[in-house]
């Protein structure tokens, strides 16, 4: 009787600790289970970013994440970062921002096949071109490649009616911003653009980033840049960024400047049309045509 009682005894508390392991294994289920839903669970955009190699693109997506340290171009092709777009006032992230950049030579963006496809494109979808700004001569011959190696890759990429209805949205966007309503038809916004606006259409909106902004300095030191060289320079990248209804900032990863106003340009272009204000529904058509916008952010970089 003494040997069976001691027996029950065992089992007895053999079923509590295999119960009280059940439960903390359930305990840290759930935990887990929670923790991947608040990751898989974010609002997913997708970001791609082109430019010629040492163009200082990488130190730039280092600032949008976060850090500060410098990065150098080269060695990957096609690369990859997220950043998470958080909440100013409690901290939570409320979008993912996936970050594929194209590394160097336009002939790389045949690589956004594989990270670019239709169902990418057509919805929550941005391209910024990294222009280096320390190489004037080149801006505006790498800001026609590369926008033309997307526009190829969009045109191989997207059937013709999607392409279309792509097109359609863009405009609307683009005509929106200053209006107190998003226009409801393609005609109608296409009645409300400035003549040379949205002349090239990639369905897709564009955000143009001049890096290195504070090389403006070593230029007007070394090179003899005067104002109107300068002023020439941004003419000319506006009349462009109006062309394709992008959105044109300066910025400078190693002073921090405008990296925000980045962030900010990209995630109002990923901003639903429906669900964007008039005001903010196309920053394309303000920062590529306001003079006064493009020539504060350089100013506020030098």
Known sequence: RYQRRVRDRSRTNTHKMSGAADDAVNEWQAVLSSCQQGV??????????????????????????????????????????FVDACDAETGDVLQRLN???????????????AVAP????????????????SRPWRLLAALRQWLGAFDAHCTATLSDDVRKAMRARLARRVAAYGLGAVPTTADEAAALLSPGTLTQNLGVPVVVCCCKSDALETLEREYDFTDATLEYIEQSLRAVCLEYGAALV??????????DELLALVRTALTPL??????????????????DTAAAAAAAAA
């Open 274 to 291: 429906d669900a964007a204000s008039a005001n903010t529904a196309a920053p394309v058509a303000a920062a590529g045509a306001d003079t």
């Open 250 to 259: 300066y910025t400078s990863a190693s002073r921090a400047t405008n990296c």
């Open 99 to 113: 970050v594929w950049s194209v590394e160097g030579e336009t002939s790389h963006a045949q690589l956004l096949r």
């Open 40 to 81: 898989t669970g974010l609002a997913h955009a997708n970001v791609f970013v082109l430019g010629d190699r040492g163009c200082g693109k990488s130190n730039v997506i280092a600032r949008l994440r976060g850090q500060s340290g410098a990065t150098r171009d080269g060695g990957v092709a096609l690369g990859y970062a």
């Open 118 to 133: 239709a169902s990418v494109l057509e919805h929550n979808a941005v391209a910024v071109v990294a222009l280096d700004l």
